[in-house]
């Protein structure tokens, strides 16, 4: 692995240690960031095999999508407009049962795509055929926190346990430990009690994280509350589902002890502000999520109900939305909405050193170009990420100290043909669903 140097460009750490922003040098050695220094002082060009001109870039820590449904890509626009419940039940579960191990394949293919060429260097998964999910990430080289996602009813609630042990024995820690596997089981409502205690056995026996649905739409909470007499938050606290390491997605409607469980069992929590909103679910109290202690990171959910992975839209509307609900200007300013989509993203799904720009720190960063009108002029280098970038400003990416993207192109996937082959098995999904209705 060569040693890479970008220089003269201007750097935004999101480092509390170092804040704010400058133009410097960064040196990569391996798959960690190895110095930082702020101009005048400079690094040698002789230090790295490879040197960037970074003078024409924005360099930031990569971004980490703490949330989502890879392969649902090839159902981006089929549903749309349609409460969660219905668009669930009445939509996506029927065209799923048509899924095969290849759609999966080449849908979490052109997700990573997408992420890639986004400035997402992390993402978290929860699907089926995780294995071709894994191979998609070992591939292409993102960073993946990937659960197979688990069902506690019918023939598929043993099936989803044992596949999930069988995930972890083949793929945690693979690719030096680049993909990481946790237990995925999909919501309350979708696992009942006696299963949840089964997925937190396994849990304990294997030592891995748990992601989980929590608290998306007022129905699911209504109706918890009615058959179980609690939250689903509630409910699954106790249950022991949070004496492990939990990501909870979503978590919109939530009351104040909901949050009080949350803080206290240092529960990460994923926003997904886009599918929220175009799912009618709602919007999470984030700030006061913020203000409790719990660590809470952006996601885009799957393109199904987004309909894109853009994580620079996702986190200018947590800002936003914030703001304009509470009518307060103030709440989750520009440097709180970049920790978010970085560091405490990384936080939120118990990833160490990572999503910040810090000497001994892994190596996933971005590069934005700057010669942009939309980034003209540079007042404020945090504020021009969060209110004005866009996914089409990446330039550079490297995860892990690997450059996967250079000048805008993809280094380590094919764009045609995962478009061509996304394309291919979108269409046989919807063919089958219409034979099988006889249209």
């Given amino acids: 692995m060569a040693d890479i140097l970008i220089k003269d460009t201007l750097l935004v ?3 509390e240690l170092r804040p ?23 690094i ?6 490879v040197v960037i001109d970074g003078r024409n870039l924005l360099v930031m820590p990569g971004l980490v999508n703490t949330h989502g449904h890879a392969a649902m890509t090839l159902l981006r626009s089929y549903a749309d407009d349609l409460p969660l419940q219905e668009w669930l039940e009445e939509k996506i579960w029927p065209i799923e049962e048509h899924l095969t191990a290849d759609d999966v394949y080449w849908g979490s293919m052109l997700a990573i795509c997408e992420m890639l060429k986004g400035g997402t260097t992390t993402f978290k998964d929860m699907y089926f055929f995780m294995d071709k999910v894994a191979e998609a990430a070992a591939e ?11 069902i506690g009813f019918g023939d598929s609630a043993a099936k989803g346990l044992k596949e999930t ?33 089964k997925v937190i056995a396994l849990a304990t026996k294997s030592g891995r994280p748990l992601q989980i649905h929590l608290s998306e739409t007022k129905r699911e909470v209504e109706e918890s509350i009615a058959q179980h007499g609690a939250s689903p938050i509630e409910l699954v606290y106790r249950l022991g589902l949070f004496a492990h390491q939990v990501t909870a997605a979503h978590c919109v409607h939530v009351s104040d002890h909901d949050m009080e469980i949350l ?7 994923a ?13 999470a109290p984030v700030a006061r999520m913020l203000a409790k202690g719990i660590k809470v990171g952006i996601g885009t959910d799957g393109a199904s109900s987004n309909n894109n992975l853009d994580m620079f839209e996702e986190l200018r509307l947590t800002s936003l939305l914030a703001k304009g609900i509470a009518m307060d200007p103030t709440l989750i300013d520009a440097k709180t909405a970049l920790r978010m989509a970085t560091v405490t993203g ?15 720190w892994k190596a996933d960063l971005i590069g934005l170009r700057l010669d942009v009108p939309h980034l003209t002029p540079m007042h404020d280098p945090t504020a021009q990420i969060v209110y004005a970038a866009s996914a089409a400003d990446v330039d550079l990416v490297l995860v892990d100290g690997k450059i996967v993207l250079e000048k805008g192109e993809l280094l380590t996937i094919d764009e045609a043909k995962i478009r061509a082959e996304a394309t291919r098995c979108a269409t046989r999904l919807v063919g089958a669903v219409k034979e099988k209705e006889g249209k």
């Fill in 13 to 15: 750490t999101v480092d």
């Fill in 20 to 42: 704010g922003y400058f133009i410097g040098d960064i040196l990569v050695k391996g798959d960690k960031i190895s110095r930082i220094s702020e101009h005048p002082e400079k």
């Fill in 44 to 49: 040698d060009s002789k230090a790295a095999e």
């Fill in 140 to 150: 292409s080289g993102i960073r993946a926190f990937l659960s197979r996602g688990m």
């Fill in 165 to 197: 042990e069988e995930f972890i024995k083949n793929w945690h820690g693979a690719e030096g430990g680049r993909i990481n596997i946790t237990l995925g089981p999909h919501a309350p409502y979708t696992c009942p009690p006696p299963y949840l205690e």
């Fill in 263 to 269: 803080a206290e069992n240092q529960v990460g929590v």
């Fill in 271 to 283: 926003h997904n502000p886009g599918s929220n909103l175009k799912l009618g679910s709602g919007v």
């Fill in 346 to 360: 990384a936080e939120a799904l118990f990833l160490e050193d990572c999503g910040c720009l810090k000497e001994g």
